[in-house]
């Protein structure tokens, strides 16, 4: 069966503290790898799609990366804006995507 | 706009009635998706058009729901007899082709059933 598992799924961080957050797939005959930014009230704003392994993408403090079972968002230097649950989603073979329960990130100034 | 637009954004009705759910794509984008998002869970896969047609209608959690697209464009989404576990944000999304383009997503309809 095809799955996504996030962790952590609550992550505090102080302005200016780095850290990763994680995403486990199992999902056959993936078609991407994608992540999205969703804040309250809002639908999923897409971030990143990784394709495949040793795939890297930035975009200001966000770099995502991906190997074959797990992709990592590594937020460097976070700001308080950057505060938002952060979803990660395996591309399936219908062209849905598989979306794991996310990762709430809250950044105190 | 340039956005998914989806209407309404608030609904609230008593069980057992009918609900329709809208959805406009982006403009030229060609394949058109459902999810629901319940408190608390991950967003679930309801029903995928490519075009005008349904291939996929798998993730419909119960022959209450169905969808349809008309000219390649808008889509509704239909609850009938809604039940109370029905409660939940029902999101859109749009892509320029299914499969590998990432899905752009509208903000949703946050559906309560009393």
């Known amino acids: 069966e095809d799955q996504v598992t996030q962790s952590p799924e609550a992550l505090r961080l102080q302005e200016g503290e780095s850290s990763s957050l994680n995403c486990s797939y199992t999902?056959?005959?993936?078609?991407?790898l994608f992540w999205y930014r969703q804040d309250p009230g809002k639908g999923p704003e897409f971030l990143f799609t990784?394709?495949?392994a040793g795939e890297e993408k930035e975009k200001e403090r966000l770099k995502a990366t991906l190997t074959k079972k797990e992709s990592f968002l590594h937020i460097t230097a976070p700001k308080p804006e950057d505060s938002a649950t952060y979803l990660c989603a395996g591309g399936g073979s219908q062209g849905n995507l598989i979306f794991g329960k996310g990762t709430k990130l809250s950044v105190k100034p | 706009g340039a956005g998914v637009s989806q209407s309404p954004s608030n609904k609230v009705t008593e069980k057992g009635k009918d609900v329709e759910l809208r959805c406009d794509p982006i403009s030229g984008h060609t394949a058109l998706y459902w999810y629901r998002q319940s408190l608390g869970q991950g967003l679930e896969f309801l029903i995928y058009?490519?075009?005008?047609?349904?291939?996929?209608k798998s993730g419909l959690p119960s022959d209450r729901f169905s969808a349809e697209r008309t000219g390649g464009s808008v889509s509704t989404l239909t609850i009938q007899r809604t039940q109370q576990e029905d409660s939940a944000v029902y999101l859109c999304?749009?892509?320029?082709?299914?499969?590998?383009?990432?899905?752009?997503f509208g903000d949703g309809t946050r559906l309560s059933i009393l």
């Open positions: 058009f490519q075009g005008n047609s349904a291939p996929d």
């Open positions: 999304a749009s892509s320029g082709r299914q499969g590998t383009q990432p899905q752009h």
């Open positions: 990784l394709y495949s």
């Open positions: 999902v056959s005959g993936l078609r991407g």
